[in-house]
């Protein structure tokens, strides 16, 4: 599932009149490195609070993906072509492979998928719909038509302009995510040695 | 010997036949022709498995049958349903599953959310001991998540999210595949998608006839399928399709092979004889040995295996032989002897050639093969029948058999003169077989592996490797069994073992098992107990982090065997559990990519009520152990061997006369290293027979009474029948009876070759 955060941040750099998927799907393929902050909410039902935290993200177009929860306690998922780790404080690290748990790493596909600019997969496994909001603003509405995801999601929304802005995730179940995204940057284009041991693990 | 008291032989001999008629009309019936490619291989020797449970999986296992269907690319799954429509409309099929349909899905789901207490996986059992953090922790990094699909629903009928961390559990186990609407589908390099199915024979893989019909059967609705959808593809495996392609090797030799030698036999007996009469005798031996092996074997076994016929084909040969001993002799000396003063004459030559084969024969029976058991015992009383009746009843049969000289006189005459006078022959001859061998010997590998003895079909082997690629698993067959008097010691067994699989993967000594995840009532109640202890301190910390749940439910929920085996959650782990009428139980688990069987099975002996099963070594190191077992019964064979000569002729020309014999061995064993086979036990039982056979010719030419040039005669025609027997097993395209020709034809025909050199010195080259 954290692939799809891949697949939606990575339309993060747009120029400001891209108005069509393909060339927002052009787009990212050329950006090496971003780093960006988020903020997310999750409302849960049945739940007297929504649900916050926050931290920050980096994407390695050769790498992939790290994201560090920082608030309120410590999370750090990282994806990566083989494998997807999750790191909690005073835990064993959660390993899965294409190997031991094919079904959680199949949006790996979705994600490569991407990289090679192949609307096709995405279109198998979601129906599409692009809107331009006018002044470089779009809109893009993934609603999944294939199981599992759509036993789990009834949507997936992507906002922004230049970047990215926004994911709005509305589950089966009645609840929903919010993400925002912000101080998205594209320099320094290579890893720092700390970035680079976060994927060497 | 009196004329009378042979008269009366031949009678009683008569009666006896008749007996031995009656005997098989009232065996027949009682018997059947065993056509079980499994009863050819040694009992299995697991002393630390009972026999009912190793039985019982293997009959099991042995039925299933697994398919991969790959649709035209961009077809959907229409075409793996429609495969799985057209295998349920086949009779000889069972329990065909494919997909697993919604409403399955929904009460799998069920099964685990109702017992979730009492199926707690490793993780969250691990958690849970460390303390209450670990899991609320752990719950709170599934709650936070975005993608992980947590709903308020799920929380409030399970805090602990206890099912979400039990079906993460499973999931790990799929092997590298993925659901695809319900199927479980596996992608191959080239990004195509092949869906599972299974299914089960309805008759054991191993009966020859149905076995036969039913692979037809599967490959006409194979191309029926790939016709209805071009570019689809489809692997199958299953043991059924080995077994079948063994039989069908079987069959082919017994059809092509047994004719073949059989009338190569008898068109020889014709040709040198040009009369009618010495082929009738032939056939009337040959066919009073097969009733006489039949009727022993079928009195001592109860069955004749299909392949003890096809061997059977082989002592055709050397039946006949016997007989044309006797004609060659009567053809020869006919005017001056009378058929009783022939039989006289042959008798010592005739009784101990006859007991040097029998013996031969009957050391095949320490090999624990039931074939070659049954092939002892039938060559056994199969040539002693022959043998009887060309004595008892071929002075009266041959009185009307035209006399005339040896044919081929002159040839004879002077490669037994060349033996006498020539240097380069009596010397050269045998130093060059000797050269030979030594060079043959040099290039022989020795190899025990069970899987040399019969190489698979190219296609077969290819859908083998593609569903290893894709699955992940193997069909070598390699795995623990664990059992115990009750359920509930087979699965706290296996709890005790789980630990211990999981080091040895961690060391390399495999690369996976799979080992089904129910936990005994004992480990339900200690972690029912766990959860008690945890619970409050984890509602606790998920209340202080913002995260406030319900109180869970934390009644015992316990699962036992029963009730697991009914519902939906075991559907593709039913096969691994066995459980006895008296209640003893035993589950398997399958090993994959076994680096070290020898610590695998040191495993197995460390834990009580465990066996380590792995058939292939097991095989091979039985073979190993037989090869080296009957190496020294040979040594042991030529030294009695020895022995006699040196008793009977004394120096120098008792050890001459041992020098075919031993080449004859080596020759045999060179001819597979030129032929490129390995040494095996099945060369090992080859060359106890050249032993047996190679020593009939050192025997007529030694008969003090005997003529040798009708010796000569007796014995090229008695070489070439052998020669048209087992020589004709070199074409079998099963390697172990290829090889066993091979050895066989190479040595019988050194022997031949070399006999004229243990003939007394004052009789090589005489006239008669």
Known sequence: MKAFLFLVLTFLSVTAHAVTLEELQQRFSQVSVLRADFAQQRTISGMAQPLNSSGNLLIAQQQGLWWQQEKPFSLTLLLTEKRMVQIMAGQEPQVVTADNNPQMFQFNSLLSALFHADRKVLEENFALDFKDLGKGAWKLVLTPKVSPLNRLFRSITLNGETFLNNIDINDMQGDATHIRFFNQKTTPATLTDAEKRHFAS | ?768
């Open chain 2, 1 to 768: 010997m009196h004329p009378d008291l042979h008269r009366k032989l031949a009678q009683s001999w008569l009666l006896i036949i008749a007996l031995m008629v009656a005997a098989l009309f009232w065996l027949l019936p009682r018997s059947q022709i065993n056509s079980s490619v499994l009863a050819l291989l040694p009992q299995q020797q697991t002393a630390d498995v009972p026999q009912a449970f190793s039985d019982g999986f293997t009959q099991r296992l042995d039925r299933q049958l697994m398919w991969l269907v790959s649709p035209p690319p961009g077809a959907g799954v229409q075409p793996a349903n429609d495969w799985l429509t057209q295998l349920q409309t086949l009779p000889e099929l069972n329990r065909i599953a494919g997909p697993m349909d919604a409403q399955r899905q929904q009460e799998w789901g069920a099964f685990f959310f109702k017992h979730r207490n009492a199926l707690l996986d490793d993780a969250t059992r691990q958690r849970l001991k460390s303390g209450a953090e670990a899991q609320s922790q752990w719950i709170l990094g599934q709650v936070y998540s975005a993608f992980s699909g947590v709903s308020g629903k799920e929380l409030a009928n399970d805090p602990l999210l206890l099912v979400r961390a039990s079906q993460m559990a499973q999931q790990q186990n799929s092997a590298g595949m993925t659901l695809d609407q319900g199927w479980l589908m596996a992608r191959d390099k080239q990004g195509r998608s092949w869906y599972l199915l299974h299914g089960e024979l309805k008759a054991s893989s191993y009966d020859i006839t149905s076995a036969k019909h039913t692979v037809a059967v599967l490959s006409a609705a194979k191309d029926a399928f790939e016709a209805r959808w071009p570019g689809a593809k489809v692997l199958g495996r299953g043991t059924i399709f080995y077994s079948n392609y063994a039989s069908q090797q079987a069959e082919h030799d017994l059809s092509t092979i047994g004719a073949a030698s059989v009338l190569g036999v008898f068109a020889l007996i014709l040709l040198i004889f040009r009369s009618v009469l010495p082929l009738l005798l032939s056939l009337l031996s040959v066919a009073i040995g097969a009733l006489s092996g039949t009727v022993f074997t079928l009195w001592i076994f109860g069955e004749i295996h299909v392949m003890t016929l096809v061997l059977s084909t082989s002592i055709v040969g050397i039946s006949a032989d016997y007989t044309l001993y006797f004609l060659t002799e009567r053809r020869v000396h006919g005017e001056m002897n009378s058929p009783q003063e022939s039989l006289k004459k042959l008798f010592p030559a005739l009784s101990v050639a006859l007991l040097t084969t029998v013996a031969a024969y009957l050391m095949l029976l320490i090999a624990p093969f039931p074939g070659l058991q049954q092939l002892a015992v039938f060559a056994a009383a199969g040539l002693s029948a022959a043998c009887i009746t060309v004595m008892c009843w071929y002075p009266y049969l041959s009185k009307r058999l035209p006399v005339g000289p040896a044919p081929g006189l002159a040839i004879i005459m002077r490669w037994l003169l060349a033996w006498r006078s020539r240097k380069a022959v009596r010397f050269g001859l045998p130093l060059l077989i000797l050269v030979l061998v030594v060079a043959g010997i040099s290039r022989l590998k020795i190899n025990d592996d069970i899987a040399d003895l019969q190489s698979l079909p190219a296609d077969l082997q290819q859908q083998e490797q593609q569903i290893a690629a894709l699955t992940g698993q193997t069909n070598d067959q390699k795995w623990l069994l664990v059992y115990g008097d009750s359920t509930e010691q087979t699965l706290q067994r296996l709890e005790a073992l789980r630990p211990k699989l999981a080091q040895a993967k961690e060391k390399g000594v495999i690369d996976g098992f799979r080992a089904l995840s129910l936990p005994s009532q004992a480990q339900q109640q200690r972690d029912l107990s766990l959860l008690r202890q945890r619970t409050p301190q984890i509602i606790a910390q998920l209340q202080q982090a913002g995260v406030t749940v319900a109180n869970p439910d934390l009644s015992a929920q316990t699962v036992d065997v029963p009730q697991w085996l009914n519902s939906v959650v075991s559907e593709g782990w039913r096969l691994l559990w066995l459980t006895l009428p008296d209640g003893r139980s035993a589950t398997l688990i399958p090993v994959s990519g076994v680096h070290d069987s020898a610590a695998m099975a040191a495993l197995a002996a460390s834990t009580p009520g465990a066996g380590w099963i792995d058939r292939k070594t097991e095989f091979s190191s039985l073979f190993s152990q037989y090869r080296v077992y009957l190496t020294y019964l040979l040594a042991l064979a030529v030294a009695v061997i020895a022995a006699i000569y040196l008793w009977r002729f004394r120096l120098p020309h008792g050890l001459v006369c041992l020098v075919p014999t031993l080449l004859s061995l080596g020759m045999g064993v060179a001819a597979l290293g030129f032929s490129g086979h390995n040494l095996n036990l099945f060369s090992l039982l080859a060359l106890i027979l050249v032993l047996g056979i190679g020593i009939n010719y050192t025997l007529f030419f030694t008969n003090p009474r005997g003529t040798p040039t009708t010796s000569m005669f007796a014995i090229f025609m008695a070489v070439v029948t052998t020669l048209l027997t087992f020589g004709m097993l070199v074409f079998s395209s099963t390697q172990a009876i290829s090889s066993f020709g091979i050895v066989l034809s190479a040595g019988i025909l050194t022997a031949f070759l070399l006999s004229p050199l243990t003939l007394p010195a004052k009789k090589r080259g005489r006239k008669k």
